[in-house]
């Protein structure tokens, strides 16, 4: 069934007049002038085809027709209130979903997120390791992306751009290749792969050296599985907390952004 379109702003401003019984008042309230609610109300009994208000010695009075769908309007405009209070309650949830890659989750978000739980005990986190799922289809809150920058979303970059060559003690010259680090031109190419988890393993294992950014592999150049072959380069492409925009602005949203970029 086709809606009838609604003149909301005016109903708003009907109500507010009504209440007041006075323009200047209801103009104060909304914070126009009361020409403004003249120029509403006009419009309204237009559309209508009726008039609202009769002028008085003592002032603004209703007229019948006024009165008799005065109380729907409140009713519904109490309505809307509550739809846009159960649209907002995400806001208030204590559930998260965040898309992270799995070794990035591994070295250095859950860490982060258990000291996020300690401090908010009542939350939980479903993670899914597409960091490119989509955030409708995915029902997603956050997402972490090896990127050069968060585009058309609301970010707040979590590391410097920085990347290292790395290799296992006594591992082959031969080169891990990648898609975000591919191997240099002409370089001898000994495994290629589809993402920075595989590549990890593989250095790891001692198949051969790889770009990798710096953050997934802290922990193995301090225990010794793996060497940094020459200094580390800073670069474009880091690690971004990202979001469109409404899920960026959700407070149980802003709450774990906050924490996650706190220096």
Not at 11 to 16: K, S, Y
Not at 103 to 117: D, I, N, S
């Amino acid at each position: 069934m086709k809606r009838t379109h609604l003149p909301l702003n005016a109903l708003r401003v009907f109500d507010a007049a009504a209440r007041h019984l006075s323009f200047t008042r209801a103009a104060d309230e909304l914070a126009v002038t009361p020409a403004a609610v003249g120029q509403q109300i006009r419009a309204l009994e237009d559309v209508l085809g009726v008039v609202l208000f009769r002028r008085t010695s003592k002032g603004l009075e209703l007229t019948d027709e006024a009165e008799a769908g005065l109380d729907s309007l409140r009713d519904g405009f109490l309505k809307f209130e509550e739809s846009v209070q159960a649209m907002q309650a995400g806001q208030s949830s204590s559930n998260y979903a965040i898309a992270c890659p799995r070794e990035f989750f591994a070295q250095w978000l859950a860490p982060r997120l258990a000291a996020f739980r300690k401090a908010n005990p009542e939350i939980t986190v479903q993670l899914t390791a597409d960091e490119n799922a989509d955030f409708t289809e995915a029902n997603l809150d956050l997402a972490i992306r090896l990127v050069e920058g968060p585009g058309e979303l609301e970010g707040s970059q979590l590391v410097n751009g920085c990347k290292v060559m790395v290799a296992a003690p006594g591992a082959p010259d031969a080169w891990i290749s990648w898609p975000t680090y591919e191997a240099p031109e002409g370089a001898e190419v000994a495994l290629q792969v589809g993402n920075a988890g595989q590549v990890l393993s593989s250095a790891i294992a001692g198949i051969g050296r790889a770009w990798l950014p710096l953050p997934l592999v802290e922990e193995a150049l301090a225990d010794g599985r793996l060497e940094a072959l020459q200094e580390q380069e800073d670069c474009r492409r880091a690690y971004w907390l990202v979001a469109p925009r409404p899920q960026w602005r959700q407070k149980k949203v802003k709450a774990l952004v906050d924490f996650l970029t706190a220096r």
